[in-house]
Nanobody, 120 residues
């Protein structure tokens, strides 16, 4: 069984920074493309940032230049560094990705989410 566990959310003032981590555990052979999504109350869940297995990245226009996604394949962990945070960044942030198990099965997984609140 594979699990994704996010950590690092919390309350931060506008203009501040916060770092999120997503640790994958279980019978893992490889993390493939991994991403961070977010969902604000009453809104749909949207892609924030994506990183491929090769390290290529893609960002939503709203976070370009402020957020950075990275990964540590040895630790099966994906990160999201968020700088210059704005109130509109307030949401539950979810880790998502395609993970190949040691049995050779690739499945898409979601984490449980972590709350990020940007407020003075």
């Amino acid at each position: 069984q594979v699990q994704l566990v996010e950590s690092g959310g919390g309350l931060v003032q506008p203009g501040g920074s916060l770092g999120l981590s997503c640790a994958a555990s279980g019978s893992i052979f490889r993390l493939n493309a991994m991403g961070w999504f977010r969902q604000a109350p009453g809104k749909q869940r949207d892609l924030v940032a994506l990183i491929t297995s090769g390290g290529s990245t893609n960002y939503a226009d709203s976070v370009k230049g402020r957020f950075t996604i990275s990964r540590d394949n040895a630790k099966n962990t994906v990160y999201l560094q968020m700088n210059s945070l704005k109130p509109e960044d307030t949401a539950v942030y979810y880790c998502n990705g395609d993970i190949t198990t040691r049995r050779g099965i690739t499945t898409n997984y979601w984490g449980q989410g972590t709350q990020v609140t940007v407020s003075s």
